[in-house]
């Protein structure tokens, strides 16, 4: 039951014990995760009783320049526990027709990196040993001398 059908109906079976009631129903507990390239990933409440993927990502400061914008995976849990993974791109106006477009509670988006932002991730942990040993070795040998 939608929020607006839960309030229509209690506003009905209220007006048999009170003149003109009102009523609010708003939605504690709808979450939805963002992860991976946004600007600021975490867990996200949201008041409204539906949000869509761009809105999401809108909480979330948007996309780095580092997203794969052609690669996100929407984690959504069905009835039974079962967990479906989803393929989304951004870049197709396909998304916006898609059943998966407005988010569940629970949902989680995981905006993975480019190619390129994974090697050049790789290189800094090859190189930073060697870095880091050049200058130890180099204080080393400047310590000795100034002995």
Avoid: C, H, W
Avoid at 47 to 65: C, Q, S, V, Y
Avoid at 89 to 114: C, H, K, Q, W
Avoid at 123 to 136: A, D, E, H, W
């Amino acid at each position: 039951m939608s929020t607006t059908v839960a309030k229509d109906t209690l506003t009905r079976r209220l007006e048999k014990y009170l003149q003109y009631p009102s009523v609010r129903i708003y939605i504690e507990n709808f979450r939805v995760t963002i992860l991976g390239e946004v600007f600021r990933p975490g867990v996200y409440s949201v008041t409204n009783e539906r949000i869509t993927i761009p809105e999401a990502m809108g909480l979330a400061g948007d996309l780095t320049i580092y997203a794969n914008r052609q690669n996100i995976t929407l984690i959504r849990e069905e009835k039974g526990g079962e967990k479906k993974y989803i393929n989304i791109d951004m870049t197709s106006r396909e998304m916006f027709n898609a059943p998966y477009y407005n988010l569940r509670s629970g949902d989680i988006l995981y905006v993975s990196p480019v190619k390129g932002k994974v090697a050049q991730s790789d290189n800094f942990y090859r190189v930073l040993p060697i870095v880091l040993s050049s200058l130890t070795l180099i204080a080393v040998l400047v310590i000795r001398i100034i002995e």
